[in-house]
């Protein structure tokens, strides 16, 4: 015979009991800001919503957001989507914010709430709430505010990689980097600048220049023939390209380098809107080829020339290759740079998560000198009062 009460539990509750019940059931999810992009396709499609409070699972905690960093990457996958079309829209977007732990999911042993901290995330990054695996999050040293860990980690850990564990920076050599005045140009000019005697060569905007002077030994106008300038200074070439541009930008790098010298592409800024639309159209090598106009690269001239080429993609290095143990030891030394003061937060201006569109229209319109970062304590900028139509207004 069938056990009734096991059947039918509700009957044995008493009223109050049952009623507390269906008002929990009744609770609507809790709801929290974040930032997203409806489209792939430009600005236009990014607006602040309202999403559920995440929950941490296993294996991750729940960080309640202070600070977040706005990255070119930001920009690059508002207007085109990822380049590998890896992410499908809406969705919450930034890859970086720093803040506080609020929970730990089951068998996290490393993080407490409470603990201060800053993230690496594929998305979901510019919300009140993230939750996110441990193997992204890496504590602050103490002293250090979330802006500067928002401004620094991204940045620094980019630039490290590049001159450091890619390019092999030494006393006496020489490095040209692009988008010199930018957030991850920022962070190269400073880690140069810990190895002696080397030559750091700048190239960005012109009307940049003098506020980034003291940080390079030259600096070039991204639209004049910096290759013509910089044989002029050093006819021999220069050891390190460090290249976020692409496209005929490639092929000026190379023809730049030394013997011995090394070129490494981090970046496409060049193959943005319709070139970058019809390669994810078309989605093959070749079509990438020709649209980016770079030469192909035969290993037996490297051979002959005595050159190398390189490239890095720390998204692709974080979330598909799975080398979060590399990158965790590169953010560690990072910060302890920052805590030896080697290096300082460049922050070219802070914002409220609700003027974001504004923050990243100033990228678009190369505007920045340094990061742009997002401060979720701060009140948005007044708006203009909306404009009154007089001939619909009443008395
Ligand atoms: N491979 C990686 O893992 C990795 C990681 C981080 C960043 N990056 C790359 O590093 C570069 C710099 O990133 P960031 O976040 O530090 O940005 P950023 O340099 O702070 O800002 C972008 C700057 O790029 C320059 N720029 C060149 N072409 C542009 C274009 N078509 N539209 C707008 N700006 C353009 C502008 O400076 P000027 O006008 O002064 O040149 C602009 O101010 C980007 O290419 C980014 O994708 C790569």
Redesign the pocket.
């Known amino acids: 015979m069938a056990d009734t009460a096991s059947e039918k539990p509700e009957e044995n509750a008493t009223e109050p009991e049952v009623a507390t019940e269906k008002a929990e059931e009744a609770q609507p999810p809790k709801e929290m800001r974040a930032v997203v992009t409806t489209a792939f396709g430009g600005l236009k499609y990014v607006k602040l919503a309202k999403k559920p409070e995440p929950v941490a699972g296993d294996g991750e905690v729940l960080v309640r957001v202070k600070s977040c960093g ?4 930001d ?2 996958l508002v207007k085109q989507g990822a380049d590998d079309n890896s992410t499908k829209s809406p969705l919450i977007l930034g890859f970086e914010c720093a803040g506080e732990i609020e929970a730990a999911g089951e068998n996290v042993t490393t993080y407490k709430p409470g603990d201060k901290v800053v993230l690496l995330t594929e998305s979901k990054a510019w919300a009140e709430l993230v939750v996110i695996p441990t193997k992204y999050v890496y504590k602050l040293p103490v002293g250090m505010s979330f802006q500067d860990a928002a401004a620094i980690t ?2 620094f850990v ?1 630039a490290y990689i590049l001159l450091f564990d890619i390019g092999g920076l030494q006393k006496g050599k020489s490095v040209l980097v ?8 920022q ?1 190269i000019a400073q880690l140069c600048k810990t190895v002696e005697d080397v030559t750091v060569l700048g ?3 012109q009307t ?1 220049h003098e506020a980034i002077k003291d940080t390079f030994t030259h600096l070039f106008d ?1 639209s004049q023939d910096y290759s013509a300038e910089v044989k002029k200074i050093s006819p021999d070439g220069v050891d390190l390209v460090l290249d ?2 692409c496209g005929e930008d490639c092929n000026r790098g190379y023809s730049l380098l030394k013997p011995m010298g090394k070129y490494v592409l ?5 193959v ?1 809107g319709e070139a970058f639309r019809l390669f994810n159209l078309f989605g093959n090598a070749k079509a990438k080829w020709q649209m980016t106009k770079v030469n192909p690269i035969n290993p037996i001239k490297l051979y002959e020339e005595n050159k190398s080429v390189a490239g ?4 692709h ?1 974080l979330f598909q290759q799975g080398q979060h143990d590399y990158v965790r030891s590169v953010v560690e030394k990072v910060l302890h740079l920052w805590q030896n003061g080697k290096i300082k937060s460049v922050i ?1 201006s802070t914002w409220a998560l609700e003027d974001i569109v504004e923050a990243m229209q100033k ?6 000198v ?3 970062v997002i401060d979720m304590s701060m009140e948005p900028k007044p708006k203009p009062p909306p404009q009154v139509n007089k001939e619909t207004q009443t008395n």
Do not use: P, W
């Open positions: 706005i990255n070119f990457l920009l690059m991204m940045n980019t692009h988008s010199a005045a930018g957030g991850v140009g962070a190239v960005c905007s940049k991204r976020c541009l981090y970046g496409v800024t060049n943005t890095f993609n720390l998204r290095l070219d990228i678009h319109d190369r505007k920045n340094g990061k742009i």
